[in-house]
């Protein structure tokens, strides 16, 4: 609220003609139809720069915004909705593919433009294939794990690892899992969370 306090005297300040004096509600009215936007409740005259909770009648989402915000979007031809906004800007499956093949990746599945989701792609330096979402590189893992990651390489021998967490349930809970031999912090992480190791066995 703070801000928007702050915003308003500013706004207020450098002069713009409409958020001076109120609105009345046929200009909200009048706004929010050309917006393609709703009142999540009822409107009554209200000064441009105060908070409006409003309703996208495309896609439904619901937003905090001005009246000010939303003539400014209009103005500037953005969509006053941010999240009808932001897919503009979600990358293609032309631009993922780009961007993967710099990285050494061959795009062979299709994008659906949920960034979080696996793409099935290919090494173009071993050809060895991968699964791995857009999010997951943009976060920091290895385009490939045979050639950008040498700790995870999966032909490299793993463990299998039996844990017990006995303050789960009544009688406690038993985990068998599967780890990398590189080093042991899938196995601290579990005993963090109050597990006991209670064994390991390497396999190739």
Not at 131 to 140: L, Q, R, Y
């Amino acid at each position: 609220m703070c801000k928007w306090i702050e915003h308003g005297a500013e706004n207020r300040r450098l002069g713009y003609p409409n958020l001076v004096g109120d609105w009345p509600v046929e200009r909200q009215e009048q706004l929010l139809a050309a917006a393609g936007m709703r009142s999540l409740h009822p409107l009554g005259d209200q000064d441009g720069n105060e908070p409006l909770n409003v309703e996208c009648l495309e896609c439904g989402a619901a937003q905090t915004d001005t009246l000010f915000g939303v003539s400014e979007g209009i103005r500037l031809s953005w969509l006053p909705c941010a999240e009808c906004n932001a897919k503009r800007f979600k990358p293609t499956q032309e631009t993922i593919r780009t961007r993967m093949e710099s990285l050494g990746l061959h795009l062979v599945g299709e994008f659906t433009g949920d960034p979080g989701l696996p793409l099935s792609a290919v090494c173009t330096r071993c050809s060895t294939p991968r699964a791995v979402s857009w999010t997951a590189v943009g976060g920091g893992s290895p385009p490939c794990l045979r050639c950008d990651g040498s700790k995870l390489d999966p032909d490299a021998p793993h463990r299998v690892y039996l844990i017990d967490f006995p303050h789960l349930g009544d009688r406690g809970v038993y985990k068998v899992g599967i780890t990398h031999c590189a080093n042991d912090n899938r196995l601290r992480s579990h005993e963090k969370a109050g597990g006991t190791v209670l064994a390991t066995i390497e396999v190739a």
